[in-house]
């Protein structure tokens, strides 16, 4: 993921730091042991690389969000939804890592573009979903009520890009491992943007 000069505001925790790495590669390791294949395996197509090559970007995203919001304190709900955005993101995109590594494909380098795949080449910038520099770092500077619309608010937009790719991945991958990987993302991350909406809901009642 390219990292912007004005990101060095913000302030994550070293333990969380530490421990969100610690468990990227611990979980990377693993998962790739368990899905290394043989020189028979299908080729991927351009679709499947590109996808997991955007999706690890997006989850990137993701798990900055979440540790931004746990380095801030949120409140019981919103800690447990950056906390599941922690673990599962991670751990897909250990399955992602793994997959391009037995294809012999390496990720996107940070200036790459996204959705070339899909045929609409965009910055990493202007992928769906994608927030906005500034967004995170009014995200690292929040707190109480306000950090929890802002985490939950910016995850939901940021899940509807995710669901917008991972559902053209179901459709037009090659292989069955990733279509299963794509159609997974999307019903979790539907479920997850409802249960954020149901929060905003909560947090800013109707008048």
Do not use: C, K
């Amino acid at each position: 993921m390219a990292t912007s000069p004005s990101r060095s505001s913000r302030r994550l925790s070293p333990l969380l730091l530490a421990a969100a790495l610690v468990a990227a590669a611990v979980v990377g390791g693993v998962v790739g042991a368990w899905w290394a294949g043989g020189d028979d395996d299908p080729r991927p197509s351009a679709v499947d690389v590109g996808f997991l090559r955007d999706m690890i970007r997006h989850h990137d995203q993701a798990v900055e969000m979440a540790m931004l919001a746990l380095n801030n304190d949120p409140g019981a709900e919103v800690r447990g939804f950056a906390l599941d955005v922690l673990r599962l993101q991670q751990r897909e995109r250990g399955v992602m890592e793994a997959l391009l590594a037995r294809w012999g494909e390496p990720e996107a380098t940070p200036d790459a573009p996204a959705m070339a795949w899909m045929g609409m080449p965009v910055p990493l910038a202007a992928m769906p979903g994608y927030q906005p520099v500034a967004a995170l770092d009014a995200l690292a500077e929040a707190s109480g009520e306000d950090l929890e619309v802002r985490f939950l608010t910016m995850m939901r937009d940021h899940h509807a890009g995710g669901v917008h790719m991972a559902e053209a991945a179901a459709e037009r991958a090659t292989l069955a491992e990733v279509r299963a990987l794509a159609e997974r993302q999307v019903r979790v991350q539907r479920a997850e943007m409802d249960d954020y909406e149901r929060a905003l809901e909560a947090a800013d009642p109707p008048s």
